[in-house]
Nanobody
Framework: QVQLVESGGGLVQPGGSLRLSCAAS????????MGWYRQTPGKERELVAD???????NYADSVKGRFTISRDNAKNTVYLQMNSLKPEDTAVYYC?????????WGQGTQVTVSS
């Protein structure tokens, strides 16, 4: 079955960096569009960044220039490098795979940006 396992979240000070990883299994990773989303209490889940099979990327305006999404098809893993973190980046971050018209989600990892 499809599994997406996020890791790398935690507590970081404003201006700091974190790298999130999402290890995928149960489908042909190189054929999937992979994305990172985030959600805070009382708000809808929002797209942070995604990367397609050709490695074209798309970012939310709020993270452009600070976050970088990448994928390693040999490791079935997608990454989100987050730099210059701000308190408003605090959220649960979710990995999503779109494969053969279906969406699959990971369990999420908490990112807290606070001094």
């Amino acid at each position: 079955q499809v599994q997406l396992v996020e890791s790398g979240g935690g507590l970081v000070q404003p201006g700091g960096s974190l790298r999130l990883s999402c290890a995928a299994s149960g489908f042909t990773f190189s054929f999937a569009i992979m994305g990172w989303y985030r959600q805070t209490p009382g708000k809808e889940r929002e797209l942070v960044a995604d990367i397609n099979v050709s490695r074209s990327t798309n970012y939310a305006d709020s993270v452009k220039g600070r976050f970088t999404i990448s994928r390693d098809n040999a490791k079935n893993t997608v990454y989100l490098q987050m730099n210059s973190l701000k308190p408003e980046d605090t959220a649960v971050y979710y990995c999503k795979a779109r494969y053969l018209t279906r969406d699959y989600w990971g369990q999420g990892t908490q990112v807290t940006v606070s001094s």
